[in-house]
């Protein structure tokens, strides 16, 4: 995601009001009414633990591959984890794409964090009345009876903000277990990172997209604006995607009807008129780009939710995997390019690289000006072999242009206004719309300084500042008054 930055330079001055270090001083002092904590979770043994897979490399079942991009330290997270909970059937995976000044930080606890979450909540099948012993096991920090109250209540609330529909109670009893698990493990995730001691999540958050896959039953738990796809085989054989999330952003008439009853503001700036973001109701700040995340608790009082969107596929033979990916290959790839160069790659162990390099090339051709993205992808390869693609795959790789090939063909015959075009997530301009606004000398110089390797600031060329673009100022004075009402 975008960096964290200040509205008059875009780098918040060391000391100054908006310094992320100085509030991070004074909201842990703040915060020490709550006592102290095990933030660690032993890490070590954590990452021990046979079948969790979280950097970069392969199992039979999973590719994974992250690279960071020209923006500083790489803040999108990633885990595989095989076996889950103790269920020789059952995988986990997730992808985290963090914003702000310790976007990074809040991505990597959340990843170790979370699937501990959502195992315990699922095994324990929790009810309301079995929410203070969870939160006791967990080690989520000692609460006295009035906080304790007021987390189940809003627990009961968070539930309540689900859509559902008729057809769900049609869906298997699998479903159900998980979806309560989801929210409750999502809740206390939340929760663990506003009470977290060396964690400053008052203006940095991660998304989240999460999938359980147990024998043939899928079940999705998503936050924010990373995506999951399938790739499945239609009737003629031929390779087709299909969207598992839904992009969580605040143009959503939905999501923009609650933040407004929040009273958060909705609107887009000037220079970025397709990218709406979330304000406060009395200052031009944070501006974040997405509807739900993890952390950012400046926009919480105001319609930002973490809530997880939280759906269920039922896997046949046609289907042949799941691709979960940060905004960094959404940016510059469709949901069907991402598939074809899936099942293009000759190994699963290099799928998700041959993905992450395709977006990275398509980032130098289509936005020369913008600094490249993180990148996070995890590709779940649903049938029982364990070495290439299926025979139906491999059937149609000598169909398939190579990659290079297929995403420079796709730049140069991109018609952005069609229908049937790169659904994009708003977050960038297209080289075209940027040369419109410069001259032809610009152009030249644009092409010199690529090619030299020269880094573009966050305001020159294109004006990505996707997530946040101001910091919200924490006065704890405030927050002291606040916390005794």
């Known amino acids: 995601m975008g960096s964290c930055l200040s509205a008059e330079s875009r780098s918040p001055i060391p000391g100054s009001p908006t310094s992320p270090a100085k509030h991070h001083r004074r909201k842990n002092c703040s915060r020490r009414r709550f006592g102290s904590r095990n933030s660690s979770f032993g890490d070590l043994s954590l990452h021990r633990i046979p079948g969790r897979l979280f950097a970069n490399g392969f199992t039979e079942v999973a590719s994974l591959f992250t690279q960071q991009g020209k923006k500083g330290t790489n803040q999108d997270a990633m885990i595989v984890w095989e076996n889950f909970g103790s269920r020789t ?15 990074h930080m809040v991505a990597k606890k959340v990843r170790d964090s979370l699937p501990l ?46 859509d559902v529909d008729g057809t769900e109670k049609q869906q298997p009893e699998i479903f159900h277990t998980l979806k309560e698990s989801f929210l409750k493990a999502f809740r206390v995730m939340d929760w663990e990172l506003r009470m977290h001691q060396t964690i400053d999540s008052f203006c940095s958050g991660t998304t989240a997209v999460t ?26 054989d031929s390779l087709v995607a299909i969207q598992l999330t839904v992009d969580l952003k605040p143009n959503l008439p939905a999501e923009a009807e609650r933040i407004r009853k929040c009273r958060g503001r909705v609107f887009a700036l000037q220079d970025e008129p397709d990218v709406a973001r979330v304000w406060l109701p009395n200052s031009n700040s944070p501006g974040l780009a997405m509807a739900r995340a993890f952390g950012d608790f400046c926009l919480k009082d105001f319609g930002l939710i973490s809530v ?26 469709s949901n069907k390019e991402v598939v074809d160069i899936v099942a293009s790659a000759p190994k699963r162990t290099t799928a998700a690289r041959t993905l992450v390099e395709t977006a990275v090339k398509a980032w130098k051709l289509k936005y020369p000006t913008s600094k490249i ?19 139906a795959s491999s059937t149609k790789l000598e169909e398939q242009q190579s990659l290079a090939d297929q995403v420079s063909t796709a730049v140069e015959n991109e018609d952005l206004s069609a229908p049937n075009g790169l659904n994009r997530s708003g977050t960038v301009r297209t080289s075209n719309e940027i040369l419109q606004d410069g ?7 644009e092409e010199e300084q690529s090619e030299t390797g020269i880094e573009w600031s966050a305001l020159e060329g294109v004006s990505r500042v996707n997530t946040l673009v101001t910091l919200p ?13």
Not at 89 to 103: A, E, K, L, N
Request: with cysteine; charged share 30%.
């Open 439 to 445: 001259s032809e000398e610009d152009e030249g110089k």
């Open 308 to 333: 997880p969107e939280i759906s269920y596929r039922r896997l046949t033979e046609k289907d042949e995997f799941v691709v979960l990916a940060t905004d960094g290959i959404w940016d510059v790839l």
């Open 89 to 103: 059937d059952t995988i986990f995976c997730g992808v985290f794409d963090g914003h702000g000044p310790y976007g």
């Open 117 to 162: 979450r959502l195992s315990a909540h699922w095994e324990v099948n929790l009810t309301t009345d079995d929410a203070h012993r969870e939160i006791s096991l967990n080690n989520t920090g000692s609460m006295n009876s009035d906080e304790a109250t007021s987390f189940l209540s809003a627990d009961e609330e968070f539930r309540a903000s689900i």
């Open 373 to 391: 993205d993180d990148c996070a992808v995890i590709c779940l390869f649903l049938d029982s072999n364990s070495g290439n693609l299926s025979s």
């Open 473 to 485: 100022r924490f006065d704890p004075v405030k927050e002291d008054k606040k916390g005794r009402k």
């Open 211 to 236: 999938i359980v896959k147990q024998g043939q039953d899928l079940v999705i738990g998503n936050v924010g604006d990373s995506r999951a796809v399938l790739g499945m085989r239609d009737k003629d």
